[in-house]
């Protein structure tokens, strides 16, 4: 179900439905104060039993349509290898998923780090900063002179509650 408020309402019927099954008395009286309870919410009377939901709508922001490996020609300032190392590592790693397409702010922070200069994201929850500073933190970390590649260590990662792996930095 794609609609939230048709989610809260069958949850909302489907839970009435529960408590009258499971928890049904023979007092009819009480079992008419229990509905109004639950058919009024909380904004109509405290001391009912849910409330509205609080539906946040978030903007979907600007992708690019296309995975980091194809961004070679967009003058990132990065080699094919390198991008194409970079890409390995962050599926490989969990970082990014492979249906994953770069938005479009995140495609700018490669290129200015690319070009060796500093930038600033401002953009909403859920839009990817943590990946616009991260991906060109992480890309230099792929090249060596000899167009080899690096060595791999782990670092421990809070939120995934497990070990990364990183290339190690000489």
Request: glycine share 8%; with cysteine; hydrophobic share 30%.
């Amino acid at each position: 179900m794609r609609n939230p408020l048709e989610a809260y309402a069958a949850i909302h019927k489907d839970f009435a439905l529960y408590l009258r099954t499971a928890y049904g008395t023979k007092y009819d009286s009480l079992e008419q104060e229990r509905a109004k309870l639950y058919s009024e919410p909380f904004e109509v009377n405290p001391g009912s039993f849910h409330r509205h939901p609080w539906i946040e709508p978030l903007p979907r922001y600007a992708t690019i349509g296309k995975p980091l490996v194809e961004c070679s020609g967009d003058g990132l300032g990065w080699s094919d290898s390198v991008l194409s190392d970079l890409q390995a590592f962050c599926y490989s790693s969990g970082f990014l998923s492979p249906k994953f397409s770069l938005y479009e702010h995140q495609r700018d922070m490669l290129r200015l780090a690319g070009q060796g200069r500093d930038g600033i994201v401002m953009s909403g929850t859920g839009s990817g900063k943590t990946e616009s500073f991260l991906l060109p933190l992480i890309a230099p970390r792929h090249l060596r002179p000899d167009g080899g590649s690096r060595p791999e260590a782990s670092m421990y990662h809070k939120d995934a509650e497990r070990h990364v792996p990183l290339p190690c930095v000489p």
